[in-house]
Nanobody, 117 residues
Framework: QVVESGGGLVQAGGSLRLSCAASGGTFSVYCMAWFRQAPGKEREFVAAITDSTYYADSVRGRFTISRDNTKNTVSLQMNSLKPEDTAVYYC???????????????WGQGTQVTVSS
């Protein structure tokens, strides 16, 4: 089970930090990922972390994913936010890296991020 927190409303150029708390299983072996879904659009990959980090081109250099295996948490630091980053952000988990949402079988409920222009 994973639970997201930290969404909200921010002006363009601002920052937000999302957190995802996991329970059950051995957290350290999971690939943890963030996806997002904007209104009227398909859910898309944002970032993932195993022993390495992976980013969508649209967020590379602005977003940073990190994990704390002692606390079973993964975070997404989002800087230089743009209106097009507005979406519901989901935390997901699976064994092994994947950029495709249907490969993930553990999902949170999502948290809304709104970036105003």
């Amino acid at each position: 089970q994973v639970v997201e927190s930290g969404g909200g409303l921010v002006q363009a150029g601002g920052s937000l930090r999302l957190s995802c708390a996991a329970s059950g299983g051995t957290f350290s072996v999971y690939c943890m990922a963030w996806f997002r879904q904007a209104p009227g659009k398909e859910r898309e990959f944002v970032a993932a972390i195993t022993d390495s980090t992976y980013y969508a081109d649209s967020v590379r250099g602005r977003f940073t994913i990190s994990r704390d295996n002692t606390k079973n948490t993964v975070s997404l630091q989002m800087n230089s936010l743009k209106p097009e980053d507005t979406a519901v952000y989901y935390c997901a988990a699976r064994f092994g890296i994947s950029y495709t949402d249907y490969d993930y079988d553990i999902w949170g409920q999502g948290t809304q991020v709104t970036v105003s222009s």
